[in-house]
C-alpha cells in the first residue's frame, strides 16, 4: 500500500491507482477528513449520489465561483448545461443533446483525422508533438465544424485553453484576467459566424433559449472538450504504444476505458439531508463522486463512468470519441515510433483528469 496514490486527489497522475480504486470501490463510502470530503467509491453510492437532486453541481448559494462574480466568465459558466440546477436544466439538454445527434459521428471522425494529418505532416512525429496534437484537436475539429475558417482553429484552440486555465482551482488574477478575454473574445466570434451547417443545428435546438444560452453553451462544449478530448487522444495513443489495437470498434473503447479511464471523479454539494446507498449525508457535505473507483467495482454494472450518469451526465461522450478515432487513424498513417513514444510516457497533474504527456515533461 505504500506505493497507492497520496489521496483520491493524487491518483489521476498516479502510475497505477487501480489497485487503490479497487479497494475503495470495496469500501463503498469513505470519509476523508484531511480532504473534507466524503468519497463515493462503489457503483452503488456513484449512482445514488449522481442520481440524487439533492446532490448538485455547485455550492448552494454560490452557482458561479466567487472569483468569476461580475465577469463575463462567471455568465457564462453560470449558463452551462454542466453546471446548471435551474428549471432551465432539461430544456438546455434537451437543446444540447438535439444539436448533437444532429452532426453524424463520420463526418467528425472525418474533419478529426483530415486536420490531425495535416497537423502531424510538416514534422516529425515527437512526443512533444503528440502532446501538441492532443491540445490542438478537440478544440479545432469542434471549431472547425461550426464553420470558423481554417486560419482561425488554432486561436480557438488557444483560447479554449485559456478557459481552462482560468477556470482551474489554482488560477491566479492573471490566468482569470486571461480567461475574461477569451471568453469575451469566444463569444464575439460565436455570434459573427454564418448560421450555416452544424451551427445552423445549433440555433435551431436553442431558438427558444436565446442567443445567450446558445453561445455560453458553445463556448462550455469548446471548454469541455480540451481535457476530456486530450485524455482520449492520449490515452488511445498509450493503449497503441503497448500493441496494435481497433481504435474503430467502440465496445473496445468501452472496455479499455472502464479499466483506464480518463476523467476520475466529479463533485457533488449536498444540499439537504439525504441518505444514498446507505450513507447519511449533511446539508454542507461535499462527496467526490469516484467514477474511475466504481468502474472498477466487480458489484457494479461492468462498465466506464468517464462522461458521468444521470442528470448531468455528459451528452458528448460520442462526439469526443469520434475525434480520438480521427486521431489515431491519423497516427498509423504516418507510423510513429511507437516502442520510442512508451518509454517517454508522463501524466499531467490534474485532479480529475489522466491525460498522458508523450513530451519531456508538461507542455503546459
Not at 490531425?116 to 515527437?126: E, G, N, Q, S, Y
Not at 436565446?210 to 471548454?223: C, E, R
Not at 504504444?241 to 466529479?266: F, I, K, M, Y
Request: proline letters at 6%; glycine letters at 8%; hydrophobic letters at 50%.
Amino acid at each position: 500500500m505504500n506505493d497507492w496514490p497520496e489521496h483520491a486527489l493524487a491518483a489521476a497522475s498516479h502510475a497505477d491507482p487501480y489497485p487503490y480504486y479497487r479497494e475503495l470501490a470495496r469500501q463503498g463510502w469513505i470519509r476523508d477528513e484531511r480532504l473534507g470530503l466524503w468519497l463515493a467509491a462503489s457503483a452503488a453510492a456513484a449512482q445514488a449520489v449522481l442520481a440524487s437532486p439533492a446532490c448538485r453541481v455547485r455550492p448552494p448559494g454560490e452557482l458561479v465561483p466567487a472569483a468569476l462574480a461580475g465577469l463575463r466568465l462567471g455568465d457564462t459558466f453560470g449558463r452551462w448545461l454542466r453546471m446548471s440546477e435551474s428549471p432551465w436544466h432539461q430544456p438546455l439538454r434537451a437543446a444540447v443533446g438535439a444539436a448533437f445527434a444532429a452532426m453524424p459521428l463520420a463526418t467528425v471522425q472525418a474533419c478529426a483525422h483530415q486536420l490531425a494529418a495535416a497537423f502531424l505532416a510538416d514534422r516529425a512525429v515527437t512526443g512533444k508533438r503528440l502532446d501538441a496534437l492532443a491540445d490542438y484537436l478537440p478544440a479545432a475539429t469542434l471549431a472547425a465544424l461550426l464553420g470558423w475558417p481554417e486560419p482561425a482553429w488554432g486561436s480557438v484552440a488557444a483560447q479554449v485553453a485559456a478557459l481552462a486555465r482560468a477556470l482551474a482551482a489554482d488560477a491566479d488574477a492573471g490566468a482569470r484576467a486571461s480567461g475574461e478575454a477569451a471568453c469575451r473574445d469566444l463569444l464575439a466570434r460565436l455570434a459573427s459566424l454564418p448560421a450555416s451547417g452544424w451551427l445552423a443545428d445549433w440555433r435551431q435546438a436553442f431558438a427558444e433559449l436565446g442567443d445567450a444560452s446558445l453561445y455560453a453553451n458553445l463556448a462550455g462544449m469548446l471548454f469541455q472538450s480540451c481535457d476530456a478530448g486530450a485524455g482520449l487522444i492520449s490515452a488511445g495513443i498509450a493503449w497503441r504504444c503497448g500493441a496494435p489495437w481497433d481504435g474503430n470498434d467502440d465496445a473496445e473503447w468501452s472496455r479499455r476505458l472502464q479499466a483506464d479511464p480518463v476523467l476520475h471523479h466529479t463533485r457533488r454539494f449536498v444540499a439537504e439531508e439525504v441518505e444514498l446507498a446507505g450513507q447519511r449525508l449533511l446539508a454542507g457535505d461535499v462527496v467526490l463522486v469516484l467514477l474511475a473507483a466504481a468502474a472498477q467495482d466487480p458489484a457494479g454494472p461492468g462498465e466506464a463512468m468517464d462522461f458521468g450518469r444521470g442528470r448531468h451526465g455528459c451528452p458528448g461522450e460520442r462526439l469526443a470519441r469520434a475525434i480520438a478515432k480521427g486521431a489515431l487513424a491519423a497516427l498509423e498513417a504516418v507510423r510513429p515510433d511507437w516502442e520510442a513514444l512508451a518509454g517517454s510516457i508522463r501524466f499531467r497533474h490534474l485532479p480529475n483528469a489522466r491525460i498522458r504527456r508523450f513530451g519531456a515533461g508538461e507542455v503546459r
